[in-house]
């Protein structure tokens, strides 16, 4: 799945292979994939919809942000996490990254047309219709806001749209640290005068921000709508699954998420335990992979073997 500009993909660890549980009786798993915790947003969204389908979420945060990287690295790392989380048995793959989508989805689709692969779009075509001054506020990312799927949808459904843009600097890095005070400062420079120029819908292009949702809408007021993609995509997700898995899902039990990371296992499990909303004694698989990278032979990190390390109580935030 490489291509004359990515680099080679990293065959798989001998751990990394399928394993029993990848999978279910409802059928194969899906994969999600993002630089951090923003796609858990994503998943948080689909286990609404979905709490029996099996699901595996990797966050690629020794490379966190992927907002400022140029596209060609960025498909070298979709490729390769896509390649992983294959081998992993996954069936779906959902690039719950809104920088990724513009970088690769297309690209991606183009490698292996026969694997469904979901991306996120920008909300342009709702926020059109909802808008009645025809003034949209973008919260995005650079490569988002630089991307050709964000010029498509809005000359697909949206070309006479005021679009008031920001790239966000540094809002991501704030809510990966979950730094609530510099997610306030931050915001507070964007929204405000976004709203004084008209915007009565505002978007959210990156995944991590429907996490700093109150404090937008609180920002924003209360005559300004803002719309979180999330839901829309993980019905979508859904929808790609084949008839006979979403027919099964309607019966099958809640489980829970796999989950990986490319940073700190023990504070990427902390943190996507709080946002998922688990309970603290509730089960979470949580290991350390770096498949964007080379696929480390061992770690140091705990819970850093070719065995997923189970998170079962990790200490607060």
Avoid at 93 to 100: G, P
Avoid at 103 to 127: D, N, S, Y
Avoid at 201 to 230: N, Q
């Amino acid at each position: 799945m490489t291509g004359p500009h990515s680099p080679p993909e990293p065959a798989p660890a001998a751990g990394d292979r399928p394993r029993a549980g990848t999978g279910s009786a409802t059928g194969p798993a899906v994969g999600l994939f993002d630089s951090g915790l923003g796609g858990l947003s994503v998943l948080r969204a689909l286990r609404a919809l979905a709490p029996g389908l099996p699901v595996h979420y990797h966050a690629d945060q020794a490379r966190v942000p992927w907002g400022p990287r140029p596209v060609i690295e960025l498909r070298g790392y979709c490729a390769a996490i896509s390649a992983a989380l294959q081998a992993q048995g996954c069936g779906t793959l959902v690039l719950a990254c809104n920088t990724a989508s513009a970088a690769a989805l297309h690209w991606l689709r183009a490698q292996q047309p026969g694997t469904p692969f979901v991306g996120m779009e920008p909300a342009i075509k709702p926020a059109a219709q909802r808008s009645r001054s025809g003034i949209v506020g973008l919260l995005a990312t650079p490569a988002t806001l630089a991307g050709e799927l964000l010029a498509q949808t809005r000359a697909r459904y949206a070309p006479e749209l005021q679009i008031l843009s920001d790239p966000c600097t540094g809002l991501v890095d704030a809510i990966e640290a979950r730094d609530e005070a510099a997610v306030a400062a931050l915001l507070a420079g964007i929204v405000p005068p976004m709203v004084r120029a008209g915007a009565d819908v505002l978007v959210l292009g990156c995944t991590h921000y429907p996490f700093a949702l109150d404090t937008i809408r609180a920002l924003a007021g209360p005559r300004v709508e803002v719309i979180d993609p999330a839901p829309a995509v993980a019905a979508q997700v859904l929808r790609v699954l084949p008839a006979t898995q979403r027919a099964a899902l309607a019966e099958a039990a809640p489980c829970a998420p796999r989950l990986s990371t490319s940073g700190d296992v023990t504070l990427f499990a902390t943190r996507a335990r709080a946002l998922l909303g688990l309970a603290p004694q509730a089960a979470l698989e949580v290991s350390a992979r770096d498949w964007a990278g080379q696929p480390p032979a061992s770690s140091a990190t705990p819970g850093a073997s070719s065995a997923p390390a189970r998170a079962a109580s990790p200490p607060p935030d």
